[in-house]
């Protein structure tokens, strides 16, 4: 991976670019996968509609970003084609992007830049404000009702993008301003690095807020929602909350996506790329510990990055479309590994937190301060920075 | 007297939808899960029709007997070596949905490999079909339209009757109450819930089989229904199996007509945006009352008003 930074465009080719695929889709839906773990794993929030938080995330990028690039570069002085109707958006998308926008990117490295950082930031709060509407009908009821909500929600989102050519150009697709422009290697190698960095920064955003008071909180309300609101703790709040902040953060790998495509569609966010398989590395590697989620997606991701790499061997001996020979492989692994493995292969531990005398509490009344209980660490424990034990 | 074409497509569809929501409910009856795959055993069913009429060159009617068993022994298949087993290593609510999720993919899956097997060996276009020329007709009337109306309520009739008289079907609403009273009673609840999964997986593929005499059906339609299904059955209340027959009626029939209707008044660009309309209906319900017509009707019997109006509709007799 490493030594693949600094190749230039066109170099990478045959397995070296099945290595950067893998890592960037890694990337990807290792921040959807965390996500959920943090819903479900945790707070046994059934978030079963990711597919509309990443959709946002892409629409983001070709409906705002990308007509604030063309209001940006226009106003430098470079005479764009028209795209103000329908027509005008797709047919003349083409050529005001590849040949008019990236040149112009490509010298202002810092326009770029801020692009990118202008769309994350636009996606994580719309996509924020996508998870409270989705929460608005079923928050309040049984956990299946909030799943039938959720499922349907992600067909609305690909109809409307589908009927709506100024949003991602309906069912053509608009290519998108390539942001990375001024690098002078490989784009996807760029992107991976870059999505990965973002995971790595979701991650420690996770782990943060699961080893807080609130944290505690979230497994709480999985456990025993009743005794959780007995206490006088608003259930209903928190789960929002969950999901809202989860939301915002699913909708940055859309994001991410579009820009390693350089193009969306809306068929590219359907319900089972986007959410299905997602569930899978969840159960597969075990919800409610992020390394099991990390194991789950990277297994799940190299399965499907290498069947898809070496479709032309299976194309001799399938009369159909490899895609639905995944899709049997989806259903099949998760009710397998429902049935055997029922807590993934990696079981998620007990919450354990250090300087809290758990035998006494159980014999006699021990006071303890709850808020301090993370920082009692006791010298001689592991160090904080071996976050892989937690 | 002339019945204008697109009323009897509205009454088609949402008679059958209503037979598709009862089964859901039974389904969340007995089992407390919404089984997502409820609509995939309607696409079964859409090609057996296909197989048996377009295949084997037979009355697709001769198919529907076929299509009911097909179904129903499928279900018990499901039943017996995903849900049963995973209710019995102690999955919750929320593993036993997703289990119905992985089953939907899988079967979708399936669908879709079968039509290209056809198309592989029978030089036939299977991937999006209707099988009109193959109904008989009464006079202008296509065969499906009284076919579908006298199932429907034939349907009902039998369920009523085996709910409410029959051992087995008292056995099933004990079993939805409350499973460990009824196997204290004596209830062989592994049995009843062999049936119901036989009954529900059974008359949703005989639905299914009935959809493409009327519409377009391709191997991905059973997934796109399930969200008119769920509606229905949410409107009637997702825990009442007469609530899901006005339910599921009300959202097949108002689906049809109000995106006519709307069609008339924006124009013919609302066609695209017909699978909002059950969302929409699911959205209001859940916003307005989430349980739906049970909801309101047992809100309605607490006034004084409200009985005099149940009374008049029910002459004195107690409606459960």
């Known amino acids: 991976m490493i030594e693949l930074i600094g190749t230039l465009a066109g170099e990478i080719t045959g397995e070296a670019r099945l290595i950067v695929d893998i890592a960037m889709f890694f990337g990807l839906l290792v921040i959807v996968a965390m996500a959920l773990n943090f819903q479900y794993g945790n707070a046994g929030v059934p978030n079963m509609g990711c597919a509309v938080q990443v959709i946002v995330g892409a629409f983001t990028v070709s409906a705002i970003t990308m007509r604030l690039t063309f209001w940006i570069v226009e106003s430098a002085g470079i005479k764009l084609l028209p795209y103000y109707s329908d027509f005008d958006w797709v047919y003349n998308n083409q050529i005001n992007v590849h040949v008019l926008v990236n040149p112009y990117l490509k010298e202002h490295p810092m326009v770029a830049i801020s692009l990118l950082l202008f769309s994350m930031a636009v996606a994580l709060v719309l996509g924020a404000f996508i998870g409270w509407i989705m929460s608005l009908p079923a928050i309040r009821l049984k956990a299946t009702y909030l799943m039938i909500v ?159 790499y070496y479709k032309w061997f299976f194309d001799q001996y399938f009369f159909f479309p490899i895609s639905y020979f995944e899709d049997i492989l989806l259903g099949t692994l998760l009710i397998v590994v429902m049935i055997f493995r029922p807590s993934g292969l990696i079981p998620e531990k007990l919450l354990y937190i250090p300087g809290v005398p758990y035998g006494r509490l159980v014999r006699e009344e021990v006071k303890v301060d709850w808020r301090k209980a993370p920082r009692a660490r006791a010298a001689g424990e592991k160090p904080r920075w071996m976050f892989w034990k937690r | ?231 229905g059955s949410l409107l009637g209340g997702f825990e009442n199996v007469y609530g899901a027959i006005v339910g599921g009626f009300g959202v097949g029939f108002s689906e049809i007509l109000l995106t006519y209707w709307l069609q008339g008044v924006f124009g013919s660009w609302v066609g695209e945006y017909r699978p909002l309309i059950p969302m929409f209906f699911l959205i209001a319900v859940l916003l307005l009352e989430p349980r739906g017509l049970q909801g309101v009707y047992e809100r309605l019997s607490a006034t004084k008003t409200g009985e005099r109006l149940i009374g008049i509709f029910s002459r004195g007799r107690s409606v459960s």
Not at chain 2, 7 to 27: D, K, R
Not at chain 2, 170 to 186: H, I, K, N, Q, W
Not at chain 2, 209 to 230: D, E, H
Request: charged content about 10%.
């Open chain 1, 150 to 308: 959720l499922i349907t929600m992600a067909d609305t989102s690909q109809i409307f993008g589908r009927n709506i050519p100024k949003i991602s150009g309906g069912t053509l697709g608009v290519f998108v301003p390539n942001v990375f422009a001024w690098y002078p290697g490989d784009r996807g190698v760029i992107t991976a690095v870059i999505t990965l960095a973002i995971g790595l920064v979701a991650f420690f955003i996770f782990r943060t807020m699961l080893n807080s008071p609130y944290g505690r909180l979230m497994r709480a309300i999985r456990e025993n929602e009743v005794t959780v609101a007995s206490v006088g703790k608003n259930v209903v709040g928190i789960r929002r909350n969950i999901l809202v902040f989860a939301s915002g953060i699913t909708a940055l790998a859309g994001v991410l996506n579009a820009f390693y495509f350089s193009f969306v569609v809306e068929a590219n966010y359907q319900r089972a790329w986007w959410t299905y398989w997602p569930w899978l590395m969840l159960i597969l590697g075990g919800p409610g510990n992020n390394a099991g989620t990390f194991l789950g997606c990277a297994l799940v991701v190299a399965m499907r990055r290498i069947i898809i």
């Open chain 2, 1 to 231: 007297m002339i019945i204008p074409p697109l009323l009897m497509a509205a009454i088609v569809y949402a008679c059958l939808i209503t037979i598709l929501s009862i089964g859901f409910t039974l389904t969340y009856l007995t089992a407390k899960i919404p089984n997502f795959a409820h609509g995939t055993y309607a696409g079964i069913g859409i090609y057996v029709s296909y197989t048996i009429s377009k295949i084997m060159g037979l009355s697709p009617y001769v198919g529907f007997p076929l299509a009911f068993l097909l179904g129903g022994g499928m279900s018990i298949v499901i039943f017996l070596l995903v849900i049963n087993v995973l209710q019995r290593i102690g999955g919750g609510a929320i593993v036993l949905t997703i289990s119905t999720l992985a089953i939907q993919i899988f079967l979708t899956a399936a669908l879709n490999i079968y039509a290209y097997w056809l198309r592989e060996v029978y030089h036939t276009y299977s991937m999006a079909f209707m099988l009109k020329e193959f109904d008989f007709y009464i006079g202008d009337y296509p065969g499906v339209f009284p076919v579908t109306l006298i199932l429907c309520i034939v349907t009902v009739i039998l369920l009523h009757y085996m709910l409410t008289r029959t051992r087995i079907g008292v056995a099933m609403r004990a079993t939805a109450e409350d499973p460990e009273l009824a196997s204290v009673l004596g209830i062989n609840i592994y049995r009843v819930q062999l049936f119901s999964w036989f009954l529900t997986g059974g008359m949703a593929c005989l639905a299914g089989a009935f959809l493409p005499l009327w519409f377009q059906s391709s191997p991905t339609t059973g997934a796109a229904i399930i969200t008119s299904i769920m509606a």
